[in-house]
C-alpha cells in the first residue's frame, strides 16, 4: 500500500467513525460533523482521482515499453464488500455517479449473477435493522436463510410416550411425535427508488439513510403484509387466512368494544401451545380498542409508558404495534412456534440510468417464502 493508499483508508475510516458515532445515539450529523465529513469527501475525491491518474500513467509507460501488465496493480483499493471504500463506490454507483478507475474492481469483484451489485453488510443489516423496528412481526417468527427450495419437518407435539413415571421392570413407553411438512419456495419482492440527478449532490450520510429508508420501509411493509393477511397460493401464506381455514374456532368476535373477557378468551385459545406469546395490533386499533380497556376495578388493561408512549404489555404478554395487522383486529399469537418465514436470497439492488426522466432508477429486491406451522398457535380476535 503507498502513501495515497494509506491517506485514502484514512480519510474513509474517519468518515466511518463520523458516521458510526452519530448512530450509536440515533441522530444526524451535527454541523461542524457535516462540515468536516465533507471535506473528507473533498479530500477522498481528490485521491481517487490521483490514484487513477497514477495507475493511468503507469499503463501508458508499460504499454511505450511493450511491458505486461502486473497480475496486482499496484494501487487497486483493497476490501470486500464490507470496506469502507466498497460502500463509498456502492452509494455513488447507486445514485448514477461513474466510478473511478480505483472503484471499477470493487464493483466488479461484488457483481450478482443478475446484474446487480451485493450490498454492503452495513448497508443491509440497517435495512433488516429497520424493517424489524418497523414490522416486528418479522423477527419475531423464526427465521432462516436458506438458498434454494427446501422441506423441513417441524416438530409440533408428542401424541403418545411421554416422559412418565416408569416401574421397576417396566417399559419406557414409545413416544410418537408430530409433524407438519413445510415447504418453502421463494418470491422475489422488489421496490425501485428513483434517484433524481440532483440528489448526486447529496452528501454520502443523506443519501445513505434516503436510500435506506425507502427500500426499508416499503420491503419491510409488504413482506408483512403478505405474512399476515396473504391468502392466494404461490405466494408468502398469512396468518390470518391460515387461522380461518385450519383453526375457525379461533377466530373470535367482539360486539362493538372489546372487553376483559374478550382478551382472556383470546389468550385462552392460544393456552395450549409451547412459546411465548405475543399480541399484535396495529395503532388505530391499540388507540381506539385495546387503550380503552378496564378491568373490574376500572383501572386500563393495556399500559403505554408517558414518556416514550410506547405499548408495554398485559397479562405478561408483549403488545407490538404492527402495521400489518387490519383495522379493528387483535392477532394473539406464539410467533417462533407458528411460522417460519425464509430469505432464499437476501438484499440486492441494480442501478440504471433513465436519461430521458434525468434519474437514476435503484431497484431494491430480496427473495423471501413463509408459512404458518402449526393453528393453535394463532387465534384473532375482530369485530362481529
Same mark, same amino acid.
Given at each position: 500500500?503507498?502513501?495515497?493508499?494509506?491517506?485514502? +483508508?484514512?480519510?474513509?475510516?474517519?468518515?466511518?467513525?463520523?458516521?458510526?458515532?452519530?448512530?450509536?445515539?440515533?441522530?444526524?450529523?451535527?454541523?461542524?460533523?457535516?462540515?468536516?465529513?465533507? +471535506?473528507?469527501?473533498?479530500?477522498?475525491?481528490?485521491?481517487?482521482?490521483?490514484?487513477?491518474?497514477?495507475?493511468?500513467?503507469?499503463?501508458?509507460?508499460?504499454?511505450?515499453?511493450?511491458?505486461?501488465?502486473?497480475?496486482?496493480?499496484?494501487?487497486?483499493?483493497?476490501?470486500?464488500?464490507?470496506?469502507? !471504500?466498497?460502500?463509498?463506490?456502492?452509494?455513488?454507483?447507486?445514485?448514477?455517479?461513474?466510478?473511478? %478507475?480505483?472503484?471499477?474492481?470493487?464493483? %466488479?469483484?461484488?457483481?450478482?449473477?443478475?446484474?446487480?451489485?451485493?450490498?454492503?453488510?452495513?448497508?443491509?443489516?440497517? =435495512?433488516?435493522?429497520?424493517?424489524?423496528?418497523?414490522?416486528?412481526?418479522?423477527?419475531?417468527?423464526?427465521?432462516?436463510?436458506?438458498?434454494?427450495?427446501?422441506?423441513?419437518?417441524?416438530?409440533?407435539?408428542?401424541?403418545?410416550?411421554?416422559?412418565?413415571?416408569?416401574? /421397576?421392570?417396566?417399559?419406557?413407553?414409545?413416544?410418537?411425535?408430530?409433524?407438519?411438512?413445510?415447504?418453502?419456495?421463494?418470491?422475489?419482492?422488489?421496490?425501485? #427508488?428513483?434517484?433524481?440527478?440532483?440528489?448526486?449532490?447529496?452528501?454520502?450520510?443523506?443519501?445513505?439513510?434516503?436510500?435506506?429508508?425507502?427500500?426499508? %420501509?416499503?420491503?419491510?411493509?409488504?413482506?408483512?403484509?403478505?405474512?399476515?393477511?396473504?391468502?392466494?397460493?404461490?405466494?408468502?401464506?398469512?396468518?390470518?387466512?391460515? @387461522?380461518? /381455514? !385450519?383453526?375457525?374456532?379461533?377466530?373470535?368476535?367482539?360486539?362493538?368494544?372489546?372487553?376483559?373477557?374478550?382478551?382472556?378468551?383470546?389468550?385462552?385459545?392460544?393456552?395450549?401451545?409451547?412459546?411465548?406469546?405475543?399480541?399484535?395490533?396495529?395503532?388505530?386499533?391499540?388507540?381506539?380498542?385495546?387503550?380503552?380497556?378496564?378491568?373490574?376495578?376500572?383501572?386500563?388493561?393495556?399500559?403505554?409508558?408517558?414518556?416514550?408512549?410506547?405499548?408495554?404489555?398485559?397479562?405478561?404478554?408483549? @403488545?407490538?404495534?404492527?402495521? +400489518? =395487522?387490519?383495522?379493528?383486529?387483535?392477532?394473539?399469537?406464539?410467533?417462533?412456534?407458528?411460522?417460519?418465514?425464509?430469505?432464499?436470497?437476501?438484499?440486492?439492488?441494480?442501478?440504471? !440510468?433513465? #436519461?430521458?426522466?434525468?434519474?437514476?432508477?435503484?431497484?431494491?429486491?430480496?427473495?423471501?417464502?413463509?408459512?404458518?406451522?402449526?393453528?393453535?398457535?394463532?387465534?384473532?380476535?375482530?369485530?362481529?
Amino acid at each position: 500500500m503507498n502513501e495515497w493508499q494509506r491517506l485514502l +483508508a484514512a480519510r474513509i475510516e474517519e468518515q466511518e467513525t463520523l458516521l458510526n458515532a452519530a448512530r450509536l445515539t440515533g441522530r444526524n450529523l451535527d454541523e461542524t460533523e457535516t462540515e468536516r465529513f465533507n +471535506a473528507l469527501q473533498t479530500e477522498i475525491t481528490q485521491l481517487h482521482a490521483a490514484i487513477n491518474m497514477h495507475n493511468q500513467q503507469q499503463e501508458n509507460f508499460r504499454a511505450m515499453q511493450g511491458i505486461p501488465a502486473p497480475l496486482d496493480a499496484p494501487l487497486a483499493p483493497t476490501g470486500g464488500i464490507d470496506s469502507p !471504500e466498497y460502500r463509498n463506490a456502492f452509494l455513488n454507483m447507486a445514485r448514477g455517479i461513474a466510478p473511478t %478507475q480505483a472503484e471499477i474492481p470493487l464493483l %466488479q469483484n461484488a457483481a450478482h449473477t443478475d446484474g446487480g451489485y451485493f450490498i454492503p453488510t452495513t448497508l443491509a443489516n440497517q =435495512i433488516l435493522n429497520l424493517m424489524a423496528q418497523n414490522h416486528p412481526i418479522l423477527t419475531d417468527v423464526q427465521v432462516m436463510h436458506v438458498r434454494g427450495n427446501f422441506t423441513i419437518n417441524v416438530h409440533t407435539g408428542i401424541t403418545s410416550g411421554d416422559a412418565a413415571v416408569v416401574p /421397576d421392570g417396566g417399559t419406557v413407553p414409545t413416544e410418537e411425535n408430530s409433524f407438519v411438512t413445510v415447504s418453502l419456495a421463494g418470491y422475489t419482492y422488489a421496490k425501485r #427508488v428513483d434517484i433524481p440527478y440532483a440528489m448526486r449532490a447529496m452528501a454520502i450520510p443523506a443519501f445513505e439513510d434516503y436510500l435506506v429508508s425507502e427500500l426499508a %420501509q416499503r420491503l419491510g411493509a409488504v413482506v408483512a403484509s403478505d405474512m399476515v393477511n396473504q391468502s392466494d397460493s404461490g405466494k408468502i401464506q398469512g396468518i390470518l387466512p391460515f @387461522v380461518t /381455514d !385450519e383453526k375457525p374456532e379461533n377466530n373470535l368476535t367482539y360486539a362493538t368494544s372489546i372487553s376483559y373477557a374478550d382478551m382472556t378468551a383470546l389468550m385462552a385459545a392460544i393456552s395450549g401451545v409451547v412459546g411465548t406469546s405475543v399480541i399484535y395490533v396495529n395503532e388505530k386499533t391499540y388507540w381506539m380498542q385495546l387503550a380503552n380497556i378496564v378491568d373490574g376495578n376500572k383501572r386500563p388493561l393495556f399500559i403505554t409508558d408517558p414518556v416514550t408512549g410506547a405499548v408495554n404489555s398485559t397479562f405478561g404478554v408483549p @403488545v407490538k404495534i404492527e402495521s +400489518a =395487522i387490519p383495522d379493528g383486529v387483535v392477532l394473539a399469537g406464539k410467533p417462533r412456534t407458528g411460522y417460519i418465514l425464509n430469505y432464499n436470497q437476501d438484499i440486492t439492488v441494480v442501478s440504471g !440510468e433513465n #436519461v430521458t426522466h434525468l434519474r437514476t432508477e435503484v431497484v431494491g429486491y430480496l427473495i423471501a417464502d413463509g408459512t404458518p406451522t402449526v393453528a393453535d398457535a394463532w387465534a384473532t380476535l375482530k369485530k362481529a
